[in-house]
């Protein structure tokens, strides 16, 4: 009664060697086809994901960069000198209102004929009428202007007379 109950099976005895034989070519078949389609797979994606095509694809980019590297760097360039010409125009005096006080002196019988800064910062004016009355108050409200600090000296350059033309005074103006 012993005899009959075995829990132990010996795969010796129960299956015959050629069943054995048959799992083993299986087992290798099965492992050989895994294997193929493992090896077109790595393939498919070495071909799409390629190192060369990368390299490529690299080198395009860096070749496309590289034609923009000299407009990259003259808009750098010229940024530099705005910004540069912004701080100078910053620091510079605005001549404009200095200038703009001077027309008003002048009425409706004195006309500037010229004016211009010269480096040192100073306004030359040619001035001119048909009256020297007309002449000595636009000096004398320039005078004024002086007085109140808006200019510095006022030098007068010149004065010419010619019947036929009137009056011209040229005048220095020190601008502060």
Same mark, same amino acid.
């Given at each position: 009664?012993?005899?009959?109950?075995?829990?132990?099976?010996?795969?010796? %005895?129960?299956? +015959?060697?050629? !069943?054995?034989?048959?799992?083993?070519?299986?087992?290798?078949?099965?492992?050989?086809?895994?294997?193929?389609?493992?090896?077109?797979?790595?393939?498919?994606?070495?071909?799409?994901? #390629?190192?060369?095509? $990368?390299?490529?694809?690299?080198?395009?980019?860096?070749?496309?960069?590289?034609?923009?590297?000299?407009?990259?760097?003259?808009?750098?360039?010229?940024?530099?000198?705005?910004?540069?010409?912004?701080? $100078?125009?910053?620091?510079? %005096?605005?001549?404009?209102?200095?200038? !703009?006080?001077? $027309?008003?002196?002048?009425? *409706? =019988?004195?006309? $500037?004929?010229?004016?211009?800064?010269?480096?040192?910062?100073?306004? #030359?004016? *040619?001035?001119?009428?048909? #009256?020297?009355?007309?002449?000595?108050?636009?000096?004398?409200?320039?005078?004024?202007?002086?007085?109140?600090?808006?200019?510095?000296?006022?030098?007068?350059?010149?004065?010419?007379?010619? +019947? =036929?033309?009137?009056?011209?005074? *040229?005048? !220095?103006?020190?601008?502060?």
């Amino acid at each position: 009664m012993f005899d009959e109950i075995n829990l132990v099976i010996k795969n010796d %005895k129960n299956v +015959p060697k050629k !069943e054995q034989l048959e799992r083993i070519r299986l087992a290798s078949f099965l492992a050989l086809f895994l294997v193929g389609i493992l090896s077109v797979f790595v393939f498919l994606v070495n071909l799409r994901f #390629s190192t060369t095509g $990368i390299k490529n694809q690299q080198s395009q980019v860096l070749q496309t960069l590289s034609s923009y590297n000299d407009t990259v760097a003259k808009i750098y360039v010229l940024n530099s000198r705005l910004d540069d010409i912004g701080i $100078i125009m910053n620091k510079r %005096k605005d001549y404009s209102q200095d200038v !703009e006080q001077i $027309i008003k002196l002048t009425g *409706s =019988a004195v006309a $500037i004929e010229n004016y211009e800064y010269d480096q040192q910062k100073n306004l #030359s004016l *040619s001035i001119s009428s048909s #009256s020297l009355n007309d002449l000595n108050d636009f000096l004398n409200n320039l005078l004024k202007l002086q007085d109140n600090g808006t200019v510095g000296d006022v030098v007068m350059t010149g004065l010419k007379s010619d +019947p =036929a033309q009137g009056y011209n005074v *040229s005048l !220095e103006v020190l601008t502060q």
